[in-house]
């Protein structure tokens, strides 16, 4: 991993403030890139978002993940987790504040975490806790080389920034890097066939 020169670190409260210009919807980008590219129905049991801002990202796994029987989202942005905690869209997701460069308070089911590490000073250290967390299925995405530039970019990612017992991936845009750790008794795909594999640039068929 490459530290970014003269990036900004918006810290707690700096996030809250982002997150409370963007309003009620921010990433979903993200998670529809995540079920472009996964099967999100295979998953079961609980699940957390690490990073979970505003919450939209859970709104929509939601409604698709129909195997998943709990739902959880947690972020630094303290003054976010409260706003989503009154939000009734959201009602009955499990939200709560948390330093990922810290363990975990539980284990669930399956972990994801999305466009979060390369805004930490510290995102081995998060890597391995997100991998102690998850019991069965682990998603986590960054930038890939920093492809997606933002001021608040504090990493640049590539395929051997993490030295952890999961798979890399990129997807067909070249854009997005994905660690991924499946764990699942289970015969069902998690990856959607075509449109990612292994440490290899895949171009869009």
């Known amino acids: 991993m490459e530290k970014i020169d003269h990036s ?11 997150y409370d210009d963007k309003g009620d919807s921010w990433r979903d980008k993200d998670y529809r890139l995540l079920h472009e590219l996964f099967a999100v129905k295979v998953l079961k049991g609980s699940l957390i978002d690490v990073g979970c801002g505003l919450g939209d990202g859970l709104r929509m796994l939601r409604e698709t993940a129909d195997g998943v029987t709990q739902f959880s989202g947690t972020d630094f942005a ?4 409260e706003r989503n905690k009154n939000n009734p869209s959201l009602r009955g997701i499990d939200f709560f504040s ?12 399956n972990v994801i975490c999305l466009q979060t590490l390369e805004h930490l000073h510290e995102p ?6 997100l991998i102690n967390a998850a019991r069965e299925v682990l998603i986590v995405a960054t930038p890939y080389k920093n ?15 993490f030295q952890v017992d999961c798979k890399t991936y990129i997807d067909p845009r070249e854009k997005n890097m994905f660690w991924v750790l499946d764990k699942r008794n289970s015969k069902k795909r998690l990856m959607k066939k075509g449109f990612l594999n ?3 640039r895949l171009k869009p068929k």
């Open 98 to 109: 948390h330093d990922i460069t810290q363990p975990l308070p539980a284990r669930y089911d």
């Open 8 to 18: 900004i670190d918006y810290k707690s409260d700096g996030w809250d403030k982002f």
């Open 78 to 81: 303290s003054e976010t987790i």
């Open 124 to 129: 081995a250290l998060a890597m391995n806790n």
């Open 198 to 200: 292994l440490n290899i």
């Open 147 to 161: 492809r997606r530039p933002d001021e608040n970019h504090l990493w640049s990612f590539n395929e051997t920034s």
